[in-house]
């Protein structure tokens, strides 16, 4: 099992950046493919990123390519999304998590095991 606590999510002008951060704890964390998914208010959590174990693979939504990245350090047991070029419609909660299966990578918050609570993104016009 593990723990996973978000941060660096604020309040910031359309066109700026921000970079949330993911800690984990409990169980090693190199063994977990990691993802970052977020959900506006009244809709769905919607996938935006994912990273495989040893972070040589990424994976990113239509809608983020280009503007985000995700990266990890195994070392530090976290895992990063780096945000630029905001805009506004990437306002939402901002959730990491966790799939601990050996399989594809998964775009749908389904495929994960494990989430932490959350960091609010607000990107003003």
């Known amino acids: 099992q593990v723990q996973l606590v978000e941060s660096g999510g604020g309040l910031v002008q359309a066109g700026g950046s921000l970079r949330l951060s993911c800690a984990a704890s409990?169980?090693?964390?190199?063994?977990?493919?990691m993802g970052w998914f977020r959900q506006a208010p009244g809709k769905e959590r919607e996938f935006a990123a994912a990273?495989?174990?040893?972070?040589?693979?990424?994976y990113y939504a239509d809608s983020v390519k280009g503007r985000f990245t995700i990266s990890r350090d195994n070392a530090k047991n976290t895992v990063y999304l780096q945000m630029n070029s905001l805009k506004p419609e990437d306002t939402a909660v901002y959730y990491c998590?966790?799939?601990?299966?050996?399989?594809?990578?998964?775009?749908?918050?389904?495929?994960?095991?494990?989430w932490g609570q959350g960091t609010q993104v607000t990107v003003s016009s």
């Open positions: 998590a966790a799939d601990e299966k050996i399989s594809v990578v998964g775009r749908t918050p389904r495929a994960y095991d494990y």
């Open positions: 990273i495989t174990r040893s972070g040589g693979i990424t």
């Open positions: 409990g169980r090693t964390f190199s063994s977990y493919t």
